[in-house]
């Protein structure tokens, strides 16, 4: 079956645009998480969902992060005015399930994204 | 915060020997690590997971060890292949969120 898909593949921006990270999980997948990483870094949690709601939003880095789900399925990432810093791979995970015994999670091949 | 991180950046191993990657963590309160390897250009993929009333677990051809005395993960990978030159990384699920440690490189010499 499908895996997670992410969209765009690569994203060019200039320094104060938004941009917008979509996120299609795995059909039935009820958890779903974004993580950023950096060039040489490891992952960095940014935020999760179960079901369209957003428990934990600690993980985002500033107020110019934000994310929503809907539906149940498709996630979007927004960053305002994007900085230079904000530059990195952005991936997103899905799973069956968040607070039961299997935590695997599916991710996908990221956004890649560039802010000049 | 809550840390996990890699002993070694780097490892070279010759195709056919064991790998060993380390990985140690900050928190006692995790009662769940995860091994991923990340091929170049693509996202994480699960290797395996242990649990934290386990010291040991078993894949094919991949073991991990927790060791929660001195809060020690680690992964071994039997009979390393070229297949198996990626990035590594252990995370551990703190709360409701996973942190992940920066990453070992594991280059296989032919």
């Known amino acids: 079956g499908a895996g997670v898909s992410q969209s765009p593949s690569n994203k060019v921006t200039e320094k104060g645009k938004d941009v917008e990270l979509r996120c299609d999980p795995i059909s039935g997948h009820t958890a779903l998480y974004w993580y950023r990483q950096s060039l040489g870094q490891g992952l960095e949690f940014l935020i999760y969902?179960?079901?369209?709601?957003?428990?934990?939003k600690s993980g985002l880095p500033s107020d110019r992060f934000s994310a929503e789900r809907t539906g149940g399925s498709v996630s979007t990432l927004t960053i305002q005015r994007t900085q230079q810093e904000d530059s990195a791979v952005y991936l997103c995970?899905?799973?069956?399930?968040?607070?039961?015994?299997?935590?695997?999670?599916?991710f996908g091949p990221g956004t890649r994204l560039t802010v000049t | 915060g809550e840390s996990v991180g890699l002993h070694l950046p780097t490892l070279s191993v010759q195709e056919g020997d064991n790998s060993i990657i380390n990985c140690a963590y900050s928190n006692s309160a995790s009662d769940y690590f995860i091994w991923y390897k990340q091929e170049s250009g693509k996202g994480p993929q699960f290797i395996i997971d242990?649990?934290?009333?386990?010291d040991k677990r078993q894949g094919q051809r991949v073991t991990v060890l927790l060791n929660k005395t001195v809060k020690h993960l680690s992964l071994q990978i039997a009979a390393t292949q070229p297949g198996d030159s990626a990035v590594y990384f252990c995370a551990g699920e703190y709360g409701q969120n996973f942190v992940f440690g920066p990453g070992t490189r594991l280059s296989v010499l032919p």
């Open positions: 995970a899905s799973s069956t399930t968040f607070t039961g015994t299997a935590y695997e999670q599916y």
């Open positions: 242990i649990r934290s009333n386990m």
């Open positions: 969902f179960q079901g369209n709601s957003a428990p934990d």
